[in-house]
């Protein structure tokens, strides 16, 4: 099956630092990748769609300037939160579809952040 | 606009089977998905099926789809505790990749 990983699993940083998280998927070339935000006993809630090579897609109310995606490689995809602020504290998962396996959608073990 | 729902919580007894259900809206899903999320994991893919079929069955796991009434159900035989996590559908139309989740069915299995 198609792996995602992510990194790191869980960081802590002060507010006003900025905080990169990694997604790759290990063993497929991801076409398409996603990010979603997960709140406590929650939904997942779609954040933004990167496709490689282009400029992400963000669903309506998110901030492209708060959340930076790139897409570099058919391989990875990072979520830059800047200026992050104890409000920002959540559970981050992305996914990946492939050319592979354009009707699943894989999701990484998500990153935990909390900002004090 | 698109919009998903499920039961918030099911208990079950180890061995028996349980059904969990799930309502969208959009009439233009093309693949409906289940996933499984233990605590503090991603989400484990455990089955989609297309919007043309009525029911696709993998080992433990049938999946039922109404879709005139936009009801799909995810029925897990011989339930054991290892199944206890919270179970997500998911809706997909027929434009992009984007899903749609429902909130979210705690599953717990009781010895």
């Known amino acids: 099956g198609a792996v995602v990983s992510q990194h790191p699993s869980r960081v802590i940083c002060k507010s006003g630092t900025s905080v990169k998280i990694e997604c790759r998927s290990l063993?497929?070339?991801?076409?398409?990748m996603f990010w979603y935000r997960q709140f406590p006993k929650k939904s997942l809630m779609l954040m933004a769609t990167?496709?490689?090579?282009?400029?992400?897609?963000?669903e309506q109310g998110v901030e492209k300037d708060k959340f930076l995606i790139n897409h570099a490689s058919l391989t990875l995809s990072t979520l830059t939160v800047t200026s992050a602020h104890p409000e920002d504290s959540s559970f981050y998962i992305c996914?990946?579809?492939?050319?592979?396996?354009?009707?699943?959608?894989?999701f990484g073990p998500g990153t935990r952040l909390t900002v004090l | 606009g698109e919009d998903v729902e499920q039961s918030l919580f099911l208990s079950v007894r180890e061995g028996d089977s349980s059904v969990i259900n799930c309502t969208y809206t959009?009439?233009?899903?093309?693949?409906l998905y289940w996933y499984k999320q233990e605590p503090g994991a991603g989400l484990q893919l455990l089955t989609y099926?297309?919007?043309?079929?009525d029911m696709k069955q993998d080992q433990r796991l049938t999946v039922l789809l109404n879709k005139k009434d936009k009801h799909l159900s995810l029925r897990i035989a011989d339930t054991q505790t290892g199944d206890s996590a919270i179970y997500f559908c998911?809706?997909?139309?027929?434009?992009?990749?984007?899903?749609?989740f429902g909130s979210g069915t705690r599953l717990l299995v009781r010895p």
């Open positions: 990167s496709n490689e090579g282009s400029k992400a897609t963000y």
């Open positions: 998911a809706e997909r139309g027929d434009s992009s990749y984007k899903l749609i």
């Open positions: 996914s990946a579809i492939g050319r592979r396996y354009y009707n699943e959608q894989f």
């Open positions: 063993d497929f070339q991801a076409t398409t």
């Open positions: 959009d009439s233009s899903s093309t693949y």
């Open positions: 099926i297309f919007s043309n079929m």
